[in-house]
């Protein structure tokens, strides 16, 4: 029988692109969509910070990925912790008590943007968040560990980059340059996330970003681990080309 797989936050931007990217493939899947808005035929409404109903939307469910969420780095505590906390803890509560197996958690490159920029964060080293809604997602975080190895619900956090569509995005940055994901490249590592065999490891970060020639994330682990094989890099994407630009001045 195929997986049942749960979507929070499926009318969103990376949700959009995950449901249009398993109707471009051969789906292996059953999927549930779920958002604050959604049609019956295409899913279930849910408003995460309402723990009854993720409750609900999560019956019957093998493995949820978590988007729903505040998504912009310049929110305030007040608007992350009603739906980036709290929701994130309805969201793996529900999954512990209605036997859910695995989520795999949208958190973000802002959990490492403390960081000086010449530094290439690995998985391994502790968060530092820039912004308040990066600390929303480092707790979400720690949230993902604790139900892995205290509640036996398997987890993945992936700390996406920079997700942009190559014709919308016009204001390019060297930060954004080097965490930029591209969306196929996101969807297929969800794919791998969702497929992962977590027995010796039930909670694992994954780093969401495209293969940059410059990767402000280090993505060795990823690659190895979820045998993640992204296709773009942002500075081919873009031509930006280092050798017409380093004429020495005479
Ligand atoms: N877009 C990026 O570059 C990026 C980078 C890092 C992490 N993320 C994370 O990925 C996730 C998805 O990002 P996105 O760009 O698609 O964001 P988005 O704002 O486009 O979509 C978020 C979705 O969550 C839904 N939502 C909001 N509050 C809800 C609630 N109370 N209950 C249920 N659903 C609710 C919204 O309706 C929306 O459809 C977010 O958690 C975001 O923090 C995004």
């Known amino acids: 029988m195929s997986k049942t797989i749960l979507i929070t936050g499926a009318n969103g931007r990376i949700g959009s692109a995950l449901v249009a990217y398993f109707d471009s493939i051969e789906n292996p899947y059953t999927l549930r969509l779920a958002d604050l808005e959604m049609t019956e ?114 987890a993945v956090a992936i700390r996406i980059g920079a997700f942009e569509y190559r014709h919308e995005w016009a204001k390019l940055n060297a930060r954004d340059l080097s965490a930029w994901i591209e969306p196929k490249d996101l969807c297929s590592l969800i794919v791998n996330t969702i497929e992962v065999d977590l027995t010796d490891n039930p909670f694992v970060i994954a780093h969401g970003v495209s293969n940059n020639r410059f990767k402000r994330l280090d993505l060795s682990d990823t690659k190895r681990f979820f045998d993640y094989d992204p296709k773009s890099d942002s500075f081919t994407t873009w031509d930006i080309d280092f050798i017409k630009e380093s004429k020495p001045k005479v």
């Open 41 to 154: 035929e295409r899913g279930v409404k849910v408003d995460v910070t309402d723990f009854a109903s993720c409750k609900s939307a999560c019956e019957g469910v093998d493995t949820i990925v978590h988007l729903a969420g505040v998504a912009s780095p310049d929110s305030s505590f007040e608007q992350v912790l009603p739906i980036n906390i709290v929701g994130t803890y309805n969201i793996f509560q529900a999954s512990a008590e209605v036997g859910v197996k695995r989520v795999i958690y949208a958190s973000s490159a802002q959990t490492i943007e403390g960081y000086p920029l010449d530094i290439q964060v690995k998985t391994d080293m502790p968060v530092r968040p820039k912004n308040l809604y990066g600390v929303s997602k480092a707790c979400g975080e720690a949230i993902a560990a604790y139900y892995a190895y205290q509640k036996n619900v398997e």
